[in-house]
């Protein structure tokens, strides 16, 4: 058994709705034991009821719930900052001409490994992640993760039309060649897999019809694409499916909108659709950084909140500026900020939202995102930079929720300097 001591923030409960939703210990104490949280309090409670544990000293810093991205793309970590663009030319001319150069293994197999590296420098113990167009290239994001333990949830990503034709499958060899991953990693101690269609501007109904399939002989399959990020792609796929009364309507015809589901971005919801997301219990990944940087919009998170649609953050690398979900938290509350409906968020909310929302949107919040006794022990040790303005503000903050408002502002002067994967120590990369 190992005890952390520190200062411990979480969010147990959603302060979007209910009051005092952050708990901190300013001298806390997370028991570890057997990959589980085993006790969280004050330091003195904690130890005395372990007096044999060893004690790992994190008083300089903060002690976090592991970060959970709920929308992230592993091909693209090296086109990261391609400025100038809309999404539909980003994808065109940046984005799609290196995703198709992961038919190359020994490519897929470096990528994979700085992408697993990269989530874990930042924070991140859970990711939803948007695999390769390529089986092996997919198969090979799984293997790294799986030699580090991060939890994945992940899938080959299915396209049949309107891309490079290297990108293209056909519905039958995306059914087989889903079938094959799903048999082999689906279920396999962290990992889970997630039928990942692009979005329905690149697939046909029977590419649709394929994931429909899948999910229903998987019930336990999770399903992600993405949904209403920009004008021009909203405007595209109500040419190509006539027969829609709107964008959601493009999956729900197909059994693909349920509670088990994550829709990426809807900047642009119309309201049946709102309403449609909240009746299923699906949940949307808000991306504000992506949203800025490719210029689709501000994220309407109070129609969200009104309609009672679920939302947790995605940093999704590479549209996104990198993978920090401190920073993704503190884009959202500037976007909010900007919005005239805008919510005025806290510190707490914006914690939330990085930690047990993107548990509770992948149906994880039994097993992750918070601190309380029995979850998985996924655990993030943030220190300030040394002689940094964020070093200063931790000396001098009144509150925990003081010095979350300042680790959010400041979080580039911020080092993950330890996380636990269920309970196993993974050192992040200096």
Known sequence: MVILRGLVVHTPKNPF???????????????????????????????????QAVVQDCREGVLLPGLVDTHVHYPQVRVIGAMGHSLLDWLEKRTLPFEARLADNKLARELAREFVQLLLRNGTTTALVFGSHFQGATANLFGAAEDVGLR??????????????????????????????IQRFHGRGRLRYAVTPRFALSASEGLLEVCQ?????????????????NPDEIRTVAELFPWSQHYLHTYDRFGLVGDRSVFAHNVHPTEAEL?????????????????????????PMRRHLEARVRFALGSDVG????????????????????????????????????????????????????????KAADVIWVRPLPGSALEVRFRHSDSAEDLLGSLFTLHGEAQVAQVWLGGVRVLAPS
């Open 213 to 229: 399939a899948l999910l229903d002989e998987h019930p336990d399959l999770y399903f992600t694409t993405h949904i209403n990020e």
């Open 152 to 181: 994945l949830i992940a899938g080959q990503v299915c396209s049949d039309r309107l891309l490079r034709p290297e990108l293209h499958t056909t519905p039958e060899r995306s059914y087989a060649e889903q079938k094959m991953l």
């Open 319 to 374: 549209g996104g500026t990198g993978f920090s979900l401190l920073k993704e938290a503190l884009m959202a509350y500037l976007a909010q900020r900007l919005r005239p409906d805008g919510v005025l968020l806290t510190p707490a909310h914006l914690l939330y939202l990085a930690t047990l929302a993107g548990a509770e949107a992948l149906g994880l919040a039994e097993e992750t995102g918070s601190l309380a006794p029995g």
């Open 275 to 299: 309403l449609r997301l909240a009746e299923a219990g699906a949940a949307v990944a808000h991306c504000p950084s992506s949203n800025a940087f490719i210029g689709s919009g501000l994220f």
């Open 17 to 51: 709705r209910e009051a005092k939703g952050l708990e901190a210990f300013s001298d806390g104490g997370i028991a570890l034991e057997g990959g589980r949280i085993a006790a969280l309090g004050s330091f003195a409670e904690v130890r005395a009821r372990f007096p």
